[in-house]
């Protein structure tokens, strides 16, 4: 009896053994979608100090970014020149921010152009003389966007500098962004802009992050308004701004450690809610002038030194941005 009881449990328990074995395999729980990367767009505008150039290309290095320069093409004039350069209603040779300091500083800065766009930076346009063009009619761009065009792809003849090999080609193909002097727009200039052959602009202000549209052929990014200071007021999120913020516009050296401290946390706050959120593309804009003390520098490269180097976090131009929508790589249309 004892041998049957166990002849019976061994024929029970292979039989449970190879149902077990023919029934299909136990499924493992479903993920949540990956994440799209963070997408960080940090750029600077005028472009003048060559000392800027380089701290910015540093930057990039150490931390992986690929910045966007929005350059005012009167830089490339030297005082011996300036009076290539008229803008729309202006007699020849004005400029609300001057021109370059000699024909060495403007052979310096076509340098630093070079070196940057080499290394992967973009280059665009902050128009020439940095007027304000919201009562400009759509001729007045045209005729602004001729002389960017025209002294940029010149620069070289023009100031009497050596030209090297291919500039023509690089500066007849290379600039294919803008951003408004004070952040000025109107009709007029959305009209210009894709007759000019710009492919995006970077002169809007939004409430907060968001996916720039694409509207007749331009795609139009937007500087957000973000949190700031110890009551979350809302700020665009560039230095100038932050600036105007803190010190009313005026230089206040001795508090630039909480000037740049409080940038920082403003910055760091805005990506952390993407970051963690929707994961929208982050834009945060600077100028070469280095505004109380250099405080708003200090925290880009606090904020760079961190968020660019992780590996679910890029840094890009604003043309690596539209040149991945236009290709249809998703990560550039899903979050940013």
């Known amino acids: 009896m004892l041998r049957s009881y166990r002849v019976l449990a061994f024929s029970i328990a292979s039989l449970a053994s190879a149902n077990m074995a023919l029934a299909d395999p136990p499924k493992s729980p479903v993920g949540s979608p990956a994440k799209p990367k963070q997408i960080v767009l940090i750029s600077f505008d ?59 500083d403007v052979a310096d800065r076509l340098e630093q152009v070079r070196l940057a766009a080499a290394e992967g930076h973009d280059i665009g346009s902050h128009a020439c003389g940095h007027f304000d063009g919201k009562n400009w009619s759509k001729a007045d761009w045209l005729a602004e966007f001729a002389s960017v065009r025209r002294i940029f792809e010149n620069a070289y003849a023009i100031n009497g500098i050596p030209e090297p090999a291919g500039w023509r080609d690089f500066a007849q193909h290379t600039v294919v962004g803008f951003r408004a002097p004070y952040l000025s727009t109107g009709k007029a200039l959305y009209e210009a802009l894709p007759e000019a052959g710009f492919q995006y602009d970077a002169s809007g202000v939004s409430n907060g992050p968001a996916v720039p549209p694409t509207l007749n052929g331009t ?43 409080r940038a920082y946390q403003a910055f760091r706050a805005a990506f952390d809610t993407e970051y963690n959120g929707k994961r929208l593309p982050l834009e945060l804009g600077f100028h070469f002038t280095l505004m109380n003390n250099g405080a708003y520098w200090d925290a880009l490269e606090r904020f760079a030194g961190e968020i660019c180097v992780k590996a679910d976090v890029e840094c890009i131009s604003f043309r690596d941005y539209v040149e991945r929508r236009r290709a249809g790589k998703a990560q550039a249309t899903v979050g940013g």
């Open 46 to 104: 005028a472009a003048r100090e060559i000392s800027q150039w380089e701290r910015s290309r540093a930057l990039a290095r150490r931390t992986g970014a690929h910045f966007t320069y929005f350059l005012s093409c009167v830089f490339l004039l030297s005082p011996e020149t300036r009076q290539d350069y008229a803008g729309p209603g202006k007699a020849a040779g004005k400029s609300n921010v001057g021109f370059g300091a000699s024909k060495q």
């Open 219 to 261: 795609t139009r990014f937007a500087l957000p308004l973000i949190p700031e200071g110890p009551k979350a007021k809302p700020v665009v999120a560039m230095d100038y701004n932050l600036y105007v913020r803190h010190s009313g516009g005026t230089e206040k050296p001795a508090m630039a450690g909480e000037f740049a401290d």
